[in-house]
């Protein structure tokens, strides 16, 4: 989302830089303006807003009205050196197509789609013939029994292998973002937020069950047992998520 905003504002005369960053690996591929020293504001404070308003609006919104900013986002440009562009031909290669690529983890708990589900839906893509790789931070054990994954592997080529797969499948978490920045065809998952969260990003569809408080947005009714995971998110069942997986890479075949 700073992205958006800082390609934005390049044009104009208040171009965004940003302090201590803790991934130049992130700033470098997105072409983010880096300043050493430390200053700038925060943007802790807008989360609060938003929540406030329980999610009412864009997101972007929030950050635009609260910083100034008055240039409209825009896509910025990927910086993806050769080698990671070789690695993820290689990789893509391999694994076939239409390939999916499966992102199931998640730093906050509440907005994770069960584990258990992230591995039956892995499986019942390769029963339909779909290649799927699960894409891991860490070597997560919960992931093995799949038919493939790869782990820790440098955002440069996450984001080269996005260029080439036909559908990104994952939580309302960064790699989502990502992917829609990338520019590739993204399902988010979503339980306790809103769509609102990827307004901003027009290959982003976000898909979420029925139950009455989904997009609760960390408001009541949330409460305490949310924390260790959101019934939404239970009620979203592998086989709803197949369905439209399978739609998804259908409709793309149809109007390549």
């Known amino acids: 989302m700073w992205a958006w905003l800082a390609e ?3 044009a104009g005369p208040d171009p965004l830089t940003f302090h201590r960053t803790s991934d130049p690996g992130l700033s470098n591929l997105l072409g983010l303006a880096l300043d050493p020293e430390p200053g700038g504001l ?9 929540t406030g308003d329980r999610g009412r609006r864009p997101r972007i919104d929030y950050i635009r009205e609260f910083f100034g900013i008055t240039a409209a986002p825009a896509r910025p440009a ?3 050196p050769e080698e990671d562009q070789a690695w993820a031909d290689r990789v893509g290669a391999e694994a076939g197509s239409p390939l999916v690529l499966i992102f199931p983890q998640t730093a906050w708990k509440t ?9 039956d839906l892995a499986w019942r893509l390769q029963k339909a013939g779909i290649p799927n790789i699960l894409m891991l931070q860490g070597n997560d054990e919960r992931f093995h029994n799949t038919p493939a994954y790869h782990w820790n592997v440098p955002l440069p080529r996450v984001a080269a292998l996005m260029q080439r797969a036909a559908l990104v499948v994952g939580n309302d978490s960064f790699p989502a973002h990502l992917a829609g ?7 988010a998952l979503m339980g306790p937020t809103r769509s609102t969260v990827f307004s901003h990003l027009p290959d982003v569809e976000c898909l979420a069950s029925t139950l009455e408080c989904t997009g609760c947005h960390f408001q009541a009714p949330f409460r305490a047992a949310c924390d260790q995971g959101c019934l939404s998110m239970y009620q979203l069942f592998p086989d709803d998520v197949l369905d439209r997986v399978l739609g998804k890479l259908s409709s793309a075949s149809g109007a390549a």
């Open 8 to 10: 934005g504002c390049k």
């Open 181 to 187: 920045t990338v520019g590739v065809p993204t399902l």
């Open 111 to 119: 907005r994770e789609w069960p584990p258990n589900y992230w591995v």
């Open 78 to 80: 990927l910086h993806v």
């Open 42 to 50: 925060s943007p802790d404070p807008v989360f609060r807003i938003e």
